[in-house]
């Protein structure tokens, strides 16, 4: 059939066929349809079901910006300017003063400190201000149904209707990102289960509206996946002319007195301190770039966000917060 086909008409049929997702030809309900049982099956009440597994249509907006793919790639420079900036750095200060005791009871009992907690709430929701207006159920339906990463999305749908199960939230108040990221802090629902906080007492994990769940649950996700109390995250430096860049990787790490022997030096040109505590180099823009020697606290934040521009910036705002 094929080979009778004309080579223009062959070729449109191909391409349909090659851009077309294996889920995108199944129809949503039947596909809903199949995900209630799963949810059944992974012993989501018929209540919950009911509530939030009818009724629901894909979001062709989340769609589309799961497959968009930025025309200019931004540098770490550019990157840092838009999230580093005066404005947020004064209004994280003012915010350490003005939630200086949920902060501090935070800082107290996971051993993180506050300006980490105020730097990633700074930098994941301007604070708050951006948490997102999807439906957490309908995005993660939809990224589930679409097909491309479906294991992952159905796995964190699960999760999302395990937090509703459990009361933490109606399904219609639970809002967050396009691809079903959550709050004030923005979990995915599976970090939510696993790392959210009651810091009331009330019951509920509430990483929507109440600030102390939101600052304990985050600097729970840091102690939990190895945050170092006492230890910072690391400090610009300069590297010797030659430096190799393979060895510009959070992967590589070595002893800061094998760093200082390697002609590391800190900013102001001093020599980095003989200490055997481990440490990579990262260059987010490069060889040509800013470098900074990072330690532990750096390769947690990573736990949080893969991105090398993310967990640089966090550091520089927890440091300016700290000022």
């Not at 996971?110 to 201000?129: D, M, R, S």
């Not at 810091?199 to 600052?215: A, L, S, Y």
């Not at 040109?269 to 987010?284: F, H, K, R, Y």
């Amino acid at each position: 059939m094929l080979r009778s086909m004309p080579q223009k008409i062959l070729l449109t049929f191909l391409l349909m066929l090659i851009a077309t997702p294996s889920h995108a030809r199944q129809d949503f309900n039947v596909w809903l349809k199949e995900m209630r049982g799963k949810a059944a099956a992974a012993g989501i009440s018929q209540a919950t079901i009911n509530a939030n597994l009818y009724n629901i249509t894909p979001s062709q907006t989340a769609i589309r910006l799961d497959k968009k793919q930025p025309e200019v790639k931004k540098t770490f420079a550019q990157y840092k300017t838009a999230v580093v900036n005066q404005n947020r750095i004064n209004k994280g200060r003012k915010l350490i003063r003005e939630h200086y005791t949920a902060l501090d009871y935070a800082e107290k009992k996971y051993g993180v400190p506050k300006q980490f907690i105020v730097a990633l709430w700074g930098i994941e929701t301007n604070f708050g201000g951006n948490t997102g207006g999807f439906s957490v159920v309908t995005a993660l339906a939809t990224m589930a149904w679409e097909g491309r990463r479906e294991e992952f999305f159905t796995k964190e749908l699960i999760n999302a209707l395990q937090i509703i199960d459990a009361g933490h939230i109606v399904g219609s108040n639970m809002k967050g990102s396009w691809a079903g990221a959550m709050g004030q802090n923005q979990f995915m629902p599976s970090s939510f289960n696993a790392y959210a906080v009651d810091c009331t007492g009330d019951g509920k994990r509430d990483i929507w509206k109440t600030k102390r769940d939101v600052f304990c649950s985050t600097a729970n996700y840091l102690k939990k996946n190895g945050w170092n109390t006492g230890e910072r995250w690391g400090r610009r430096v300069t590297l010797p002319a030659g430096f190799s860049k393979s060895m510009i990787t959070p992967k590589i790490k070595k002893p800061i007195s094998y760093w200082a022997s390697q002609g590391v030096r800190t900013i102001n040109g001093n020599a980095l301190p003989q200490e055997n505590m481990m440490a990579s180099i990262v260059a987010p823009d490069g060889i040509g770039g800013e470098a900074y020697i990072v330690y532990n606290n750096y390769q947690t934040i990573m736990d949080w966000n893969r991105s090398t521009y993310f967990a640089t910036s966090v550091g520089l705002l927890a440091d300016q917060l700290a000022r």
